[in-house]
Nanobody, 125 residues
Framework: QVQLVESGGGLVQAGGSLRLSCAASGRTFSRNTAGWFRQAPGKEREFVAAITWIGGTVYGDSVKGRFAISRDGTQNTMDLQMNSLKPEDTAVYYC???????????????????WGQGTQVTVSS
């Protein structure tokens, strides 16, 4: 059974940093596209960042230049380094894996097949 588990969320002041991690188990995802999404109360799930199996990265406009996604295929893990956090970054953050995602489809939640339960990130002003 495939399982994705996020960790690293918490409360941080504006301008601070957090590093989220996602650990996958049940199978190897070294050749899959992986991504991070977030969802704030009352809002739709928003694309944050994605990384392809060859290391290509894509970022949402609101986080570009502040967040960095990385992965370790041998460890089946993925990280999201979040810097210069803003109160509007407050949300539940989810990691996800796509079976057939490409650089063209990474922004679309429906193209992801496996999801974690989410980790809360709260940025205070």
């Amino acid at each position: 059974q495939v399982q994705l588990v996020e960790s690293g969320g918490g409360l941080v002041q504006a301008g601070g940093s957090l590093r989220l991690s996602c650990a996958a188990s049940g199978r190897t995802f070294s050749r899959n596209t992986a991504g991070w999404f977030r969802q704030a109360p009352g809002k739709e799930r928003e694309f944050v960042a994605a990384i392809t199996w060859i290391g290509g990265t894509v970022y949402g406009d609101s986080v570009k230049g502040r967040f960095a996604i990385s992965r370790d295929g041998t460890q089946n893990t993925m990280d999201l380094q979040m810097n210069s956090l803003k109160p509007e970054d407050t949300a539940v953050y989810y990691c996800a894996i796509s079976e057939d995602g490409t650089i063209q489809t990474v922004r679309t939640p429906s193209r992801y097949d496996y999801w974690g339960q989410g980790t809360q990130v709260t940025v205070s002003s």
